[in-house]
Nanobody
Framework: QVQLVESGGGLVQAGGSLRLSCAAS????????MGWFRQAPGKEREFVAA????????YYADSVKGRFTISRDNAKNTVYLQMNSLKPEDTAVYYC???????????????WGQGTQVTVSS
């Protein structure tokens, strides 16, 4: 069992930056691939980024490539999402998730956090 808690969301102006964190409980954090997803009002949950258990492989949605960076610190049981050059269309609730496969599909992930709101003003 893994419990995930996101933090770091907030209100930022377009062009600004935020860093999201996702703290995981449990001793098996390093066994899991981790993903970030987001959901805007009235839209389906969409993939943002994912990272392998070792951190050696990363995967990004085209919409965030070059602007967002996913990383992890297995010693701290934490995964991060550094978001730069934010745009109003990045506004959403951001969720972290844990699973055994590095995937862009939400169904590949077994555990989910409660989400953190990111709002980007124009």
């Amino acid at each position: 069992q893994v419990q995930l808690v996101e933090s770091g969301g907030g209100l930022v102006q377009a062009g600004g930056s935020l860093r999201l964190s996702c703290a995981a409980s449990g001793r098996t954090f390093s066994s899991y691939a981790m993903g970030w997803f987001r959901q805007a009002p009235g839209k389906e949950r969409e993939f943002v980024a994912a990272i392998s258990w070792s951190g050696g492989s990363t995967y990004y949605a085209d919409s965030v490539k070059g602007r967002f960076t996913i990383s992890r610190d297995n010693a701290k049981n934490t995964v991060y999402l550094q978001m730069n050059s934010l745009k109003p269309e990045d506004t959403a609730v951001y969720y972290c998730a844990a699973g055994f496969d590095l995937s862009s599909w939400p169904t590949a992930y077994d555990y989910w956090g409660q989400g953190t709101q990111v709002t980007v003003s124009s």
